[in-house]
């Protein structure tokens, strides 16, 4: 009996040993410190003729100098239940709905985190996938991400230089009204309307503008979502 209890707890002990990370597979730094700077974003929206009721979306990540996700539901609510876990190395979250009555159109969720640096973010896998009833429909969903909240002109920087791209666009390109998957033309380059929602509620306004001074001015260490 004795021997059979030493067996089990050899066994044991090898086992947890196993499933211990050895120390070169440890995250280094795992997650953001409290006082990262940085937002990445994925942004999911639906076309909005392609009038799908239900939606299923995976997302993931490595957790290396990069927070929880934070999951945000954006203009109509199209009933997503969501989860997200935490596994040694990455965070993984599914959503899905039950069947809408009334068509999902436009940016509808949003999977945000913290942060270290405007690199940190790593290893992201998205899938997203759109159905009427319960026939999947190709295409209906768009996927934009991830970015870094912040940086319109795409530098990895989050300075001046975005800001006046903030202020062309809603000022001397009217985009407060434009479609979010469409894109503005300055000086002869291309930002997509989804980068100008610094809030992230799914439109673009003055107010995304007040949170980018914010930001840049230090009144707010990072950004909300
Ligand atoms: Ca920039
Ligand atoms: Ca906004």
Known sequence: MENTIKKIALAFTSAVLLALPTAGSMPSNAEAKA???????????????????????NY?????????????????NPGLTTACSARQLFFNCQGSTGKNIKPIKGPFFSISAFANTPTSLKNVTSSATGYIDRTFVENSIVDFGPFLVGDINNDKTINNIDFNIMITGLYSYYI?????????RIEGVSYPIYKFDID????????????????????LQKFAK
């Open 35 to 57: 006082d990262a700077r940085y937002t990445f974003r994925e942004v999911y929206y639906a076309e909005p003729t392609a009038g799908i009721t239900s939606v299923s979306i």
């Open 60 to 76: 993931s990540y490595s957790r290396m100098g990069v927070s929880a996700p934070h999951l945000t539901t954006l203009n109509r």
């Open 176 to 184: 407060t009204n434009a479609d979010f998957k469409t894109s503005v």
């Open 200 to 219: 992230g509620n799914g439109v673009v306004n003055i107010n995304d503008k007040t949170m980018l001074t914010n930001y840049l001015s230090g009144n």
